[in-house]
């Protein structure tokens, strides 16, 4: 989605673009070429580890790739990419393995993930060996680590700002035009943590998109099923870090970008509110408009990672490197639930009214519901408020121009539409832009609803027993499992708490989807095309092996109260 490049310490002279668009159509073989030629370099780079690629390519008969892409590895290299970032630190700082060795481990992965899942963008695999090897010796010779993520492999979306990576963002008017002169201030955190950067990943075309597909380097698929989407629009970190690897990576959201790929990728995923973590250094459309702003955030494959990614980024003090970032020291005693009641209230959004979950998510908020009143916490129905609403008009403010600056970067190359783009845009099809009064009648529109849904939320004290209203609301990422590719049309479950910008956190719940499960196929009535639409998706056999994940939802800027409910729901379902 797009997440725009913020107007602070990552300056607008850190990339270069072409200028305006061509007054006549560019031939036809020119985009192509650029495509051709961005991905000859990424397989150049990738040659110089053959022995690392799979001794054969599987056919694409082959859906499930998630333990092929590990069959290079020794054991000890297997034990190390299935431990999460919190043990890899531990056991570096430990001196049970070297910085090197772990980087070695995930890089064996994304070679092989790469030539499975189409995955990754930008490769500097030495980069990252020679600061691994830096680190080992920083840790030999003087007993200490460099900061928190000592050694750590991060995998980084592609539209993140890396110092001397091209940052194509899925534009081929972009592509090898948008060599970042400086890193974007996450990277910068990271880097000084003891971070190893080694990667860029895929994002889709635009980035405005809950699936993945440009056509510099083509579609991403899921290493579960390869029928089926990772997500988007941090796409390529959801079957990066499924495929391991990464342990670690750094994604955007405007709409869900973070949250759906984590959802169907079977990971952990984290958006904040707006301005509690860095956001300066990206390069996307849009520049300069804020009636809609995303934010950074982790994927990860434990919760607590995701605590460990916002506490390094606040224990750097952000907020003195980029003006935007609120000055919110991180709370880990929140986190740790030293501040939480006992007992918890939780609201369930069974179905947002437009388009009823799929049932393997509706049978997972079952089973959570179940554990939780188990546990002792209260749960209650959430009552959906003005969804369809929402989005049309969070739709209105991605497209304050009718889409005209996303038509004229692709006619800069010629290139076409990828099918996610042509959707996206055709929400503003024959609409002019919005005029500057228009725009400011749509802000208060937009504060009039979260006005609304505070209120909402407040008279949940009414139907709660704890005389507080609810503390948390638990609900699907998206109306279905990983989607089949191209397919995509209902945002309602992420974009919703974007408008609102309350921080939600993804979580994997019910493991992956075993067909035999679910017969008789249900059907539901549909109320409207769009429901359809979306239910006539619905086999399940077409969702073989894809990801069960639920979300929760907190109040504003209170990510860490959100991790600290997260613990208790992970709590709850392993009693």
């Known amino acids: 989605m797009s997440d725009k490049l913020s107007s602070n310490n990552a300056?607008?002279?850190?990339?270069?673009?072409?200028?305006?668009?061509?007054s006549t159509p560019p031939d036809l073989v020119q985009w192509t070429q650029v495509a051709e030629f961005k991905q000859r370099t990424r397989e150049k780079n990738l040659s110089k580890y053959q022995s690392w690629r799979l001794d054969k390519l599987p056919s694409d008969a082959v859906l499930d790739v998630s333990q092929l892409v590990l069959s290079k590895l020794t054991e000890r290299e297997r034990a190390i990419v299935h431990l999460d970032a919190t043990a890899i630190t531990a056991a570096i700082r430990e001196r049970k393995y070297t910085a090197v060795d772990v980087l070695v481990a995930f890089c064996k992965v994304t070679v092989a993930a790469q030539d499975t899942t189409n995955c990754i963008t930008e490769i500097f695999f030495e980069e990252g060996l020679a600061r691994a090897r830096e680190l080992?010796?920083?840790?030999?010779?003087?007993?200490?680590?460099?900061?928190?993520?000592?050694?750590?492999?991060?995998?980084?979306?592609?539209?993140?700002?890396?110092k001397g990576q091209d940052t194509s963002t899925g534009y081929i008017t972009w592509a090898n035009e948008t060599v970042a002169e400086k890193d974007a201030v996450v990277v910068d955190i990271l880097r000084k943590a003891g971070a190893v950067l080694y990667v860029k990943t895929a994002n889709p075309q635009t980035l405005l998109c809950l699936e993945t597909n440009n056509?510099?380097?083509?579609?991403?698929?899921?290493?579960?099923?390869?029928?089926?989407?990772?997500?988007?629009?941090?796409g390529g970190e959801g079957a990066l870090i499924a495929a391991h690897g990464s342990p670690m990576g750094v994604g955007t959201d405007i709409g869900g970008s973070i949250r759906v790929p984590a959802a169907w990728s079977g990971l952990y995923g984290f958006k904040?509110?707006?301005?509690?973590?860095?956001?300066?250094?990206?390069?996307?459309?849009?520049?300069?408009?804020?009636?809609i702003v995303g934010v950074v955030g982790p994927l990860a494959t434990s919760a607590r990672d995701l605590e460990?990614?916002?506490?390094?980024?606040?224990?750097?003090?952000?907020?003195?490197?980029?003006?935007?970032?609120?000055?919110?020291?991180?709370?880990?005693?929140?986190?740790?639930?030293?501040?939480?009641?006992?007992?918890?209230?939780?609201?369930?959004?069974?179905?947002?009214?437009?388009?009823?979950?799929?049932?393997?998510?509706?049978?997972?908020?079952?089973?959570v519901k179940k554990a939780l009143l188990a546990a002792g916490h209260e749960v209650i129905d959430w009552q959906p408020l003005e969804h369809k609403e929402a989005w049309d008009h969070i739709v209105k403010l991605y497209l304050l121009d009718g889409g005209q600056e996303y038509r004229d970067t692709l006619k800069m190359s010629g290139e076409p539409a990828v099918p996610g783009t042509e959707w996206m845009l055709s929400h503003a099809a024959g609409r002019p832009a919005y005029t500057v009064p228009e725009t400011w009648k749509l802000n208060l529109e937009r504060e009039g609803f979260r006005a609304r849904a505070l209120a909402h939320w407040n008279s949940t004290v009414s139907r709660t027993s704890t005389g507080r209203p609810v503390d948390g609301i638990i609900c699907p990422t998206?109306?279905?499992?990983?989607?089949?590719?191209?397919?995509?049309?209902?945002?309602?479950?992420?974009?919703?708490?974007?408008?609102?910008?309350?921080?939600?956190?993804?979580?994997?719940?019910?493991?992956?989807?075993?067909?035999?499960?679910?017969?008789p196929i249900e059907r539901v009535e549909p109320r409207s095309a769009l429901e359809k639409e979306v239910w006539d998706l619905w086999n399940p056999e077409t969702f073989k092996?894809?990801?069960?994940?639920?979300?929760?939802?907190?109040?504003?800027?209170?990510?860490?109260?959100?991790?600290?409910?997260?613990?208790?729901?992970?709590k709850a379902m392993k009693a």
């Not at 056509?215 to 941090?234: C, D, E, I, K």
């Not at 092996?545 to 992970?570: D, F, S, W």
Request: charged share 20%; net charge neutral; with cysteine.
């Open 136 to 162: 080992d010796e920083h840790l030999q010779r003087t007993g200490e680590v460099v900061g928190p993520l000592h050694g750590l492999p991060v995998s980084i979306k592609d539209h993140i700002l890396v």
């Open 545 to 570: 092996g894809a990801p069960i994940n639920l979300q929760l939802i907190g109040r504003r800027h209170n990510e860490e109260k959100v991790l600290a409910m997260l613990n208790v729901v992970e």
């Open 478 to 519: 998206a109306a279905t499992l990983a989607i089949p590719h191209d397919q995509t049309r209902w945002w309602g479950y992420s974009s919703h708490w974007n408008l609102l910008d309350l921080p939600g956190v993804v979580f994997p719940s019910g493991g992956r989807l075993n067909p035999t499960e679910f017969q």
């Open 272 to 291: 904040p509110s707006v301005a509690r973590m860095p956001h300066a250094g990206l390069l996307g459309s849009h520049d300069g408009m804020d009636n």
């Open 11 to 22: 300056s607008f002279n850190d990339f270069k673009r072409l200028p305006t668009p061509p």
């Open 215 to 234: 056509n510099v380097f083509g579609r991403t698929v899921n290493p579960f099923n390869r029928n089926l989407s990772p997500g988007g629009s941090s």
């Open 308 to 367: 460990l990614f916002c506490r390094t980024m606040l224990q750097y003090e952000a907020w003195l490197l980029e003006h935007a970032v609120l000055e919110i020291p991180w709370r880990a005693e929140v986190v740790e639930g030293k501040t939480l009641p006992k007992r918890l209230s939780f609201a369930i959004l069974w179905d947002d009214g437009v388009v009823k979950p799929h049932p393997p998510l509706v049978r997972e908020m079952q089973r």
